[in-house]
């Protein structure tokens, strides 16, 4: 299949915009790619078996395939990696529009907080684009913002605290166990197996770590129970995927149960291979009624659109969102993908039905215009209203000779 291959068209409705043919799988990677370092090393030498691959796809391999699976499905898709160049983001936007931009640009010069303005960028120059918009994308890097957005929506979240400085209260105000964070990154950054808290004897210290290396902290009450990563997509209206339950038997017991950056993205670590997935995960009728319900409310408090994925805990059969995450991960197989997979989507059927809902936000074609004296079909049935145009009111002109005025206080005679 070649890149001039077109999607399949359905019949077009008037007025609403055409499917998309045309896709740009955008993204943003600078520097060398610790991944592509991977390809060279040998797991045998690794002191523990590894359980899964330690040769990760590199960013230009991954999203080179979300590529390849768009033109899989019928799309003329490419991948345009920014480099930090605004000028080859103009390029994509003015110069070689296509119909919808897979948005995958998660920071810009190294900064998270740019990702909503490079997609406020989409919306200036008026492309559809995947994912979701500036306010969700800068809302969901709060942590703390959140958190306050779902309680005001009444989304179940741990009890929490905000720091911008690490000095604390004498009361902290939270039940132990504790979980301590940075607010705004994501992905796991700043989680290490040091980050539960059993009572206040090393909270100072945590805390400073995680001010010193990210800035303003959160923390929360850590809730001890079973995480779900759950997955919704749609608009009109959203679906919630089949569930991901994490499965932490078989971390070493000076682990807690959760999910460190290490666990997520260090392959070359032993806890790596030592956190399993089950999807679906296994839960009653009830518990996963109410785990689907607040999902969807978390969704639509926080804006998010096209796909998302929701951070759940289990509190016996009450679930609480930790955190909301527009745009995420795709990796095939992996959390989101597998979840869809589970649903019935094909790792190519899903990234196409995020395109095509996406699609739905393309602007409109504008109407032909009328060619004068050319009749509009179903006039001649009558469909239309006969509009006359009133004459137009004639342009003043002098007045009559007879009824020039004359001068004031003169009378006729």
């Known amino acids: 299949m070649t890149d001039e291959t077109a999607a399949p068209t359905a019949a077009q409705e008037p007025g609403q915009p055409e499917r998309p043919k045309s896709v740009v799988v955008l993204y943003n990677q600078v520097g060398e790619d610790w991944y592509e370092k991977l390809q060279q090393f040998d797991p045998s030498t690794l002191p523990f078996e590894p359980e899964y691959p330690v040769h990760v796809p590199t960013v230009k391999e991954e999203y080179g395939e979300v590529a390849r699976a768009l033109r899989r499905s019928g799309y003329r898709a490419r991948a345009v990696n920014l480099e930090n160049d605004l000028r ?9 529009r296509p119909d919808v931009i897979f948005n995958l640009v998660e920071f810009f010069h190294d900064d998270a907080s740019l990702e909503a303005a490079i997609a406020g960028m989409y919306d200036v120059y008026r492309i559809a684009y995947t994912g979701a918009a500036p306010f969700a994308l800068s809302l969901c890097q709060d942590k703390g913002l959140t958190k306050r957005v779902l309680q005001d929506h009444s989304v179940p979240t741990p009890r929490f605290k905000v720091f911008y400085e690490p000095k604390l209260p004498k009361r902290l105000g939270l039940r132990y166990p504790i979980i301590v964070k940075p607010v705004w990154e994501d992905a796991s950054a700043g989680v290490s197996r040091d980050s539960v808290l059993y009572d206040p004897e090393r909270l100072e210290e945590r805390v400073h770590h995680i001010y010193e290396e990210y800035g303003a902290i959160i923390i929360e009450e850590f809730i001890d129970g079973r995480e779900l990563h759950v997955s919704v997509w749609g608009n009109d209206p959203p679906e919630v995927l089949p569930p991901v339950e994490f499965d932490f038997s078989e971390l070493p017991s000076e682990y807690p149960p959760i999910i460190t950056y290490s666990a997520k993205w260090n392959p070359l670590s032993e806890v790596y291979h030592k956190v399993h997935t089950v999807c679906p995960a296994s839960l009653p009728k ?30 016996g059969d009450k679930p609480y969102v930790l955190e909301v995450n527009p745009n995420p991960d795709l990796t095939e197989g992996v959390s989101f993908m597998d979840s869809a997979e589970q649903a019935g989507y094909s790792f190519d059927e899903a990234l196409a039905h995020i395109v095509e809902l996406a699609g739905e936000r393309r602007p409109a074609p504008e109407p032909p215009p009328e060619v004068p004296g050319e009749r509009r079909p179903g006039e001649d049935l009558g469909l239309f ?26 009378s006729d005679t």
């Open 88 to 96: 080859r983001l103009e390029r994509v936007l003015k110069r070689n």
């Open 286 to 315: 009830r518990v996963l009624k109410k785990v689907e319900d607040v999902a969807i409310r978390a969704y639509h408090a926080t804006e998010c659109r096209d796909y998302a994925r929701l951070d759940i805990r289990l509190k």
């Open 385 to 410: 209203p006969t509009i006359q145009t009133p004459p137009a009111d004639p342009e003043p002109g002098p007045p009559p000779a007879d009824t020039e005025p004359g001068p004031p206080g003169a």
